[in-house]
């Protein structure tokens, strides 16, 4: 790709109704455009990264033994109504209505949606346990949009639904997502914290958010520290006694948000040394609601006695567009973002010290189409632009690894390396680059 026939709109100016680093950030980067309050469009390194988040999304969802569907963001008012929500969801919701006068919303979550599915098809304890997500758009009407993605008012989630035949093999189901985010997020570069938290209108007594600490985060958190030290082995699904030990483990220590705490058992439970709090972002919620929608909406199953009963249900989301928001708020400097290399837009900016010459510029071709045969996503910069504004553009949108090609090194068969989590640079020889390109990526 040359960074001259791409479209990357950055801005050195902080736009001034953005509070956040996240929020400058990705508007000076040239990652989203707002279009109106809490909506924006996704340029193409903004969208880069997107694809990116949800392709690991969409990985670890699978391997937990999730199935992807991909359901409307536009839903019928009737489904809504039968479970009792229509009235109870509030302001957040957006209604319209059709040229036939009839109420659809645009979906803020798909409970109702999904049990609809479920109930036309699947009438057999034999095609449980089922789980189905999809990652699609939503929208609420949030009295503050704020933040960029973090809070806006559409957004998009990872929104998962499972169904099982009985209360122990849904909360099997829970555990599972439960392991499937803290691995989500590990690859995402983020130590995310499960928190017990408060069930609002999704429901159930069951609820865990997924919280990273940042000083911008929304709300607050309290947990002991031993909760951070948990490491997940490899195999964790390969046994269903493995995923409850894991998840057990986990709930035996304090979490709690600041709706649920509760500052003396806290004191009990958690020596001064251990006791973490902070302020946390949440990128993911699970909630085990048992048949708080499939009880209204008739969703019930024949078991193997051959009675009927409701099925027992959970969801599960992930704020797919805010985790770049989380990203970058737990990893930037004064210069700009420090991408992680799993969601980076691209690995390697190739900068071009002289663009009229033809000799740096075909190294940087040959450079570059080494790279992509590697599978290493790489830009070069060869536009008409000074030497500081390469640089600068390079940190400030945050490539992982910056290669700087100019006539004087070239001269001796170097180039420069510059790794921006790291901050140094070195002189190597060209025919260097990919096998350190390479080591670089495997270590992280
Ligand atoms: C779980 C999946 C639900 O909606 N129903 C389907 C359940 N949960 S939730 O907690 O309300 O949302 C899931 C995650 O979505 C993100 N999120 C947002 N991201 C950006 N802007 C918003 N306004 C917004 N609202 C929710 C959060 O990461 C949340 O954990």
Known sequence: MLWSNYFI????????????????????????????????????????????????????????????????????????????????????MLRINDRHNRT??????????????????????????????????????????RFGVMRGREFLMKDAYSFDLNQEEAKLSYYKMFIAYLRTFE?????????????????????????????????????????????????????????????????????????????????????????VTGRGIEVGHIFSFGDKYSDPM??????????MSNVYMGSYGIGVSRLIAAIIETSNDEKGIIWPISVAPFLVNIINLKNKDDK????????????????????????DESAGKKFSDSDLIGFPVTLVVGPRELENGNVEIRFRREGNNQIIPYDNVLKIIKNKLFEE
């Open 360 to 383: 740096c510029m075909d190294k940087c071709i040959e450079i570059h189409n080494d790279l992509e045969k590697n599978d290493i996503d790489s830009i070069v910069d060869d536009r």
């Open 187 to 275: 690859r995402l570069g983020l130590n995310a914290i499960p928190v017990s938290a408060d069930s609002g209108p999704i429901g159930g007594n069951l609820s865990h958010e997924f919280s990273i600490v940042a000083d911008t985060g929304e709300s607050e958190i309290f947990c002991d520290k031993n909760l951070l030290e948990i490491c997940i082995d490899e195999n964790i699904y390969s046994s269903n006694d493995k995923i409850i030990d894991v998840v057990e483990n986990y709930l035996n220590f304090y979490s709690a948000t600041d709706d649920k705490h509760d500052v003396k058992k806290f004191n009990n439970l958690v020596s001064k040394d251990n006791q």
């Open 9 to 92: 709109p950055t801005q050195k100016e902080k736009p001034i109704d953005a509070k956040i680093p996240s929020h400058q950030l990705m508007i000076r980067s040239g990652m989203i455009k707002q279009e109106s309050s809490g909506i924006y469009s996704w340029l193409p390194i903004g969208l880069k990264v997107l694809k990116k988040i949800e392709t690991i999304v969409r990985d670890e969802q699978e391997r937990a033994g999730a199935i992807e569907i991909l359901m409307p963001t536009l839903q019928s008012s009737e489904l809504w109504s039968e479970s009792g929500r229509y009235d109870s969801y509030g302001d957040e």
């Open 104 to 145: 659809l919303i645009y979906g803020p979550t798909n409970e109702e949606q999904v049990t609809e599915i479920f109930r036309k098809y699947i009438k057999s304890y034999k095609s449980l346990p089922l789980n189905l997500f999809h990652i699609q758009w939503k929208f609420r009407d949030e009295v503050r949009p």
């Open 298 to 307: 008739k969703a019930s199953i024949i078991g193997n006695d051959g009675k």
